[in-house]
Structures are given as C-alpha cells and as structure tokens.
C-alpha cells in the first residue's frame, strides 16, 4: 500500500472516532490507552512554539478580526501545504494596517487554538483505536479459550461446526487486527506533524516581528 494511501485510510479510521513533541522525543513503554512509541504530551506548550509577544491577549482578541479570522480559516489545514500557508501569511501582514506584531501575535493565537483543539480530537482518536485493539485482541483470546474447551476429535456435527465457526472468527479478527496495527505508525505521526506544522507556521509569523 503507497504511503498516500496510508494516510488516507488513517485518517478514515480517526475521523470515524471522532503523534509527539516536535523535537521528537521517543518513549519506550507504552500505556494502557497510548499505543503509539511517541511520547504522549496531551497539550501543547505555547512557550516552546512562541517567541514573540505574549499571545494571551491575542487568545481572547483573535477572533474579533475578521480578517484575521478567515485567514487562520484558510491556512490552517493540513491541506495546504506550509510553504503556501506562510506565503498568504507574509502577503496579509504586508497589507495590514496597524501593529504588525499585534496582528501577528493574534494569527499565532488562532493557530494555536485551530490546531492544537484538532491535534487534542486526533489524540482522543488515537486512545479509542488502542481501546478497540485491545477488545479485539479480548475477543480473540476468548475465542481461543473457547475453541480449545471443544474435543478436537469430537464425533458430534455440533461440536466440529462450533470449532470451525471459532476458528473462522479468530481469523478474520486476527486479520482485522493485524491490518489496524500495520497503520498504527501512521496513525501516531498525525500529532508529531500537527507539532511540527504548527511550530513551521510560527516561526513564519516570527519573522515578521519587529
């Protein structure tokens, strides 16, 4: 399967239930609802992707632009492509009027509103596909335990009918399983290319600080 592909059905499976810092820490243990080697931070630290002006005013302020707004709107997305998001970036604060560093601190406040609530909604996805996973494995275990209950030599149409069904159920979860757990990688860079689109995206905007 080509990598694109991969994507596009990752995002299938997140979006139907609804990976790590950008610096790429790794962990090595994995909790009982994180599956991912990605260490899981479940917020984003504003201090680590901001160097400019304090944004906390700009968090409460942002949204009564309407152009800043909209612009936020348009470059947001995963869709559109960093280069492209930072270009109309530096095109709208060369046609602002008034601070520049006050309008530029209100884009990065809508950034980190839009993509750190959308990394927060991946996150959750991500911990309700390991909950799956480990309900299938269940399934498959206690399938297992029931099949090795039933004589393997048994005479009776009941008895070999049920084994075969418990067999055949094993292996279509073993299968379904596999295939969701050949993903996972996939599935656990969404939140570590969220990190990095976001910190691209202010290091953009910084540039035009005076």
């Known amino acids: 399967m080509k990598r694109a592909a991969q994507i596009a059905l990752a995002a299938l499976i997140l979006c139907g239930v609804v990976v ?24 984003l630290s504003v201090g680590a992707m901001w160097s400019g002006p304090d944004p906390a005013p700009a ?18 997305p995963r869709r559109v492509a960093v280069e492209e998001a930072s270009s ?40 309700r596909y390991s909950a799956r996973q480990a309900a299938l494995t269940e399934r498959i ?4 335990r029931a099949r090795d209950a039933l004589d393997p030599n048994a005479t009776d149409p009941k008895v070999r009918d049920r084994r075969v069904e418990l ?4 292996t279509w979860d ?14 656990c860079e969404q939140p570590v290319l969220m990190e990095r689109r976001l910190f691209a995206l202010a290091r953009a905007l910084a540039e035009e600080l005076n």
């Open 20 to 43: 790590s810092s950008w610096h790429g820490a790794l962990a090595q243990t994995k909790g009982a609802d994180w599956p991912c080697i990605q260490v899981l931070q479940p917020e």
């Open 141 to 144: 275990e206690t399938a297992r």
């Open 167 to 170: 067999e055949a159920q094993m």
């Open 59 to 76: 968090a409460a302020t942002w949204r009564d632009s309407p152009a800043v707004t909209e612009l936020v709107r348009r470059v947001a």
């Open 174 to 187: 073993t299968r379904i399983f596999e295939d969701r757990e050949r993903l996972l990688p996939v599935i």
């Open 88 to 127: 109309e970036m530096h095109r709208f604060l060369a046609g602002a009027s008034g601070d520049r560093n006050v309008t530029a601190t209100q884009i990065f406040a809508g950034l980190f509103e839009s993509l750190s609530a959308e990394r927060s909604a991946i996150i959750r996805g991500i911990q």
